[in-house]
């Protein structure tokens, strides 16, 4: 599909949301073939995923190229740290924040 975020852990994700009708997926189970890069472990840890199964390690993956052990090093720097990447915040006025997070919460 050429979508970087089509990995299978997201698409399950995504349908279990649709078929439950919910975005907490905290009595959920994932399984998956190799361990959950940084990407679909964070998706999986804001839907309240507590348990995943995998095969493969990073450490079995490294051959192939396919660990993503970089990238989980990498993001436990801290924004400003991050090599290869340009972290820009932009200011907005202060009574605008907590009113876009309100709006969010009440469709959460």
Not at 33 to 44: D, H, I, T, V, Y
Not at 74 to 94: C, S, T, V, Y
């Amino acid at each position: 599909t050429n979508d970087p975020t089509a990995h299978a852990e997201l698409l399950a994700l995504r349908e279990a949301g649709k078929v439950l009708g919910r975005t907490k997926l905290d009595d959920c189970v994932v399984y998956a073939s190799g361990q959950p890069c940084p990407m679909c472990l964070a998706a999986m840890r804001m839907a309240g995923i507590s348990k995943i199964f995998y095969a493969y390690s990073n450490q079995d993956a490294e051959p192939y190229g396919l660990s993503t052990a970089s990238i989980a090093n990498a993001l436990r720097k801290p924004p400003e740290q991050q090599e290869g990447l340009q972290f820009i915040q932009i200011k907005n006025e202060d009574e605008i924040k907590p009113a876009l997070y309100q709006r969010w919460s009440k469709h959460a």
